[in-house]
């Protein structure tokens, strides 16, 4: 088999009548129903169109749309343990960023399919959703503010207006909008597309800053600037959130051509040859250290290089992909392939979760599913099918 044909094949061994499996293997809590890590392969599935997969994501979209709080929290991951089914909205912090996959994949499954009345049976699970997200802006000025370990980075340092989940959120709401416009969700994600493209990087604006002393101190960076808060900028490059502003293309500017220029630059001076999580590491001795050794529940998984801290993501990289597409860097965007499926290829294809950016070594879970989807979803988008965005 060739490795398209093996990251197909473990989305298979992962699929259950209740949705995609985080992995393969029976290790901690990855045998569950996961929000994102289901959305994700549910995207990968579409657009590889194998009917086995499609069935797989329509059943993870009503796994999470059956277990959505009243409040409309999408869960973290749902574990059926018969005859108990055990529901996870988050760890030390509650999710945000599981609302927007969930709209996400819905949207794209009723677009590929052209099942539009799966979508509508599920428009007041969709419209909880957007609502609690405006909710979490807290002063209704167009940004939510996330708790730090509120999304992906669960065990990472970011916290408040997270750029990450902002563009989660614009994603959604385009999605929808396009499924089902409306002139109210449209505006509101113009607005929050305003807001992301004035405060994340240093350039004069035509309003005023959501933050004006902290934008006032900071300095220009080549890329998007992972999060603000009340104490100011996190100025960390966010690898997932600047792909994702690449794939939605929110710049007017010119600006991406900055940004690919640096991340480029980035990957390419790396030994794996593509883009750590987040970056610089944060090590021993510097400012935020203890911050982020200390938030966790059970063992330090964030030393220098790995997990979010500098790892690398094979699934991370294939967003990134697809953000390099829009942009038609088609040469670098199969570059970015390749070296993912040279990663998802080592000790006899284990798709480990994610590697060490120094020391090249796996870390974190074999067979795990997203690492197979986002080289599904690259090699599919090269061939010129398109995601809903």
Known sequence: MNSYQYAIQLLHDVS??????????DISNYRRIWARDGVICGLAALLDGDKKLVATCKATLQTLADHQHYLGNIPSNVFYDEPKTILSFGGLAGRVDTIPWFIIGLCNYAHFTGDIDFAKAHLEHINRGLNLMEAWEFNHNHLMYVPRSG????????????LYDQLLRLWALRCFDKLFPNEVIHRKANRIQQKVTENYRKHKIKNDPYHPKAFSRM????YWVASFN????QKQYDAFANSLALFLDIDSEGFENELIAYSETLRKSLALKLLPAFW???KEGDIEWSM????RKYEFRNVPYEFHNGGTWQMVNGFYGLGLLVHNKVNEAKDVLTQIDLLNEKESWSFYENFNTETSEPTGVPHCAWSAAGAV?????LQGKKLLS
């Open 292 to 295: 982020l050794e200390n938030n």
């Open 219 to 222: 300095r220009k960076k080549d």
């Open 151 to 162: 999304n992906w980075a669960d065990e990472y340092i970011t916290e408040g207006y997270i």
């Open 16 to 25: 259950t009548d209740k949705g995609f499996l985080a992995s393969a293997n």
């Open 377 to 381: 979803i690259l090699g599919q988008s």
């Open 280 to 282: 610089p590491p944060i």
């Open 230 to 233: 009340p104490s100011g900028y």
